[in-house]
C-alpha cells in the first residue's frame, strides 16, 4: 500500500526557510514506479496550485513562477523521500502543501503540511 506522509511545516518569518519532507512507502524510488512527484499547495479560498515537479525518467525539473530561485525539489532514493527546500519565504508563500507521486494509471497523495508564513 503505497502512503505518503509530509511533514517539516510550521510557522516562519518573511525571509526565512524551511525543508519540507515526504516520506513515501509501499514503493521503491529508484524503481521508476511512479513517473512524477510534485508538490502542491493550496491557499485558503484558492485552487491547488502546482508548485514544482520532477520527472522520473528524465529528471527534468520544473518550477512554478511565483516560486523560481526560492524554492528547490529533489529526491533522496536512499530514504524514499521528496523533498522541499523553500528560502526567502514570503507571506503569500503561505498554503497547506501537498506531496504527490503518480503515473498515467496511479495517483497518490499525502495528507498536506501547513506552512504559514507571518510576522
Known amino acids: 500500500q503505497v502512503q505518503l506522509v509530509e511533514s517539516g511545516g510550521g510557522l516562519v518569518q518573511p525571509g526565512g526557510s524551511l525543508r519540507l519532507s515526504c516520506a513515501a512507502s509501499?514503493?521503491?524510488?529508484?524503481?521508476?514506479?511512479?513517473?512524477?512527484f510534485r508538490w502542491y499547495r493550496q491557499a485558503p479560498g484558492k485552487e491547488r496550485e502546482l508548485v514544482a515537479q520532477?520527472?522520473?525518467?528524465?529528471?527534468?525539473?520544473n518550477y512554478a513562477d511565483s516560486v523560481k530561485g526560492r524554492f528547490t525539489i529533489s529526491r533522496d532514493n536512499g530514504r524514499n523521500t521528496l523533498v522541499l527546500q523553500m528560502n526567502s519565504l514570503k507571506p503569500e508563500d503561505t498554503a497547506v502543501y501537498y506531496c504527490?507521486?503518480?503515473?498515467?494509471?496511479?495517483?497518490?497523495w499525502g495528507q498536506g503540511t501547513q506552512v504559514t508564513v507571518s510576522t
Open positions: 520532477i520527472y522520473s525518467y528524465s529528471g527534468i525539473i
Open positions: 504527490n507521486a503518480g503515473s498515467a494509471r496511479q495517483d497518490y
Open positions: 509501499g514503493f521503491t524510488f529508484s524503481s521508476y514506479v511512479m513517473s512524477w
